[in-house]
T-cell receptor, first 114, second 115 residues
Framework: KAGVTQTPRYLIKTRGQQVTLSCSPI?????VSWYQQTPGQGLQFLFE???????NKGNFPGRFSGRQFSNSRSEMNVSTLELGDSALYLC?????????????FGPGTRLTVT | AQSVTQLDSHVSVSEGTPVLLRCNYS??????LFWYVQHPNKGLQLLLK??????LVKGINGFEAEFKKSETSFHLTKPSAHMSDAAEYFC?????????????FGSGTRLSIRP
């Protein structure tokens, strides 16, 4: 099976702009989670989608939003970018099995805000 | 409340010597516990997971971890370090059902291997 795909891999934006990141999970996985990773804050959970519905959300401002499509592909959008949004954004394809789950991470999108 | 603490931000060992990365957790329920590894400029790779089965969990690349409920610990070990083990390691605690999930990442431990 193909792994988790994230596009683009690298992105440079300026303050005030908006950005959309894409994630394609492993075929057959219906759940996708998003994380932000920064040197100062570490890995922080953004949100999780399951069958096109957001069912869990981290503690991020409303500028961060996401959605999931019927083919399980997910996008996250950040509006009005701030310098502090510079980070590695990781997407995880989530497999639920035996009352537990496993997350398979993509390579990430490195966002730099100038 | 759920939390996870990785007790060391940086561990340095010599190649061929044992590795111990420490993780303590707190959880209101029976948690699932995971260890992930992240090599520079890469995504995270699952090393192993504990989900209330055997308390000693074996993972990939010779790593294993032991779940100790009395100590609320889930330390990661490897008998003999290899240069390729140099990376960032994350301990993760989760309380998850099929309808919702709550996942907390530790702050990470950077493992350095001396030749």
């Amino acid at each position: 099976k193909a792994g988790v795909t994230q596009t683009p891999r690298y992105l440079i934006k300026t303050r005030g702009q908006q950005v959309t990141l894409s994630c394609s999970p492993i075929s057959g996985h219906r759940s996708v989670s998003w994380y932000q990773q920064t040197p100062g804050q570490g890995l922080q959970f953004l949100f999780e989608y399951f069958s096109e519905t957001q069912r869990n959300k981290g503690n991020f401002p409303g500028r961060f939003s996401g959605r999931q499509f019927s083919n399980s592909r997910s996008e996250m959008n950040v509006s009005t970018l701030e310098l502090g949004d510079s980070a590695l954004y990781l997407c995880a394809s989530v497999l639920w099995a035996d009352h537990s789950y496993e997350q398979y991470f993509g390579p990430g999108t490195r966002l730099t805000v100038t | 409340a759920q939390s996870v603490t990785q007790l060391d931000s940086h561990v340095s060992v010599s190649e061929g010597t044992p590795v111990l990365l420490r993780c303590n957790y707190s959880s209101s329920y029976s948690p699932s516990l995971f260890w992930y590894v992240q090599h520079p400029n890469k995504g995270l790779q699952l090393l192993l997971k504990y989900t209330s089965a055997a308390t000693l969990v074996k993972g990939i690349n010779g790593f294993e971890a032991e779940f100790k409920k009395s100590e609320t610990s889930f330390h990661l070990t490897k008998p003999s370090a290899h240069m390729s083990d140099a990376a960032e390691y994350f301990c993760v605690v989760s309380e998850a059902t099929s309808s919702a999930s709550k996942i907390i990442f530790g702050s990470g431990t950077r493992l350095s291997i001396r030749p």
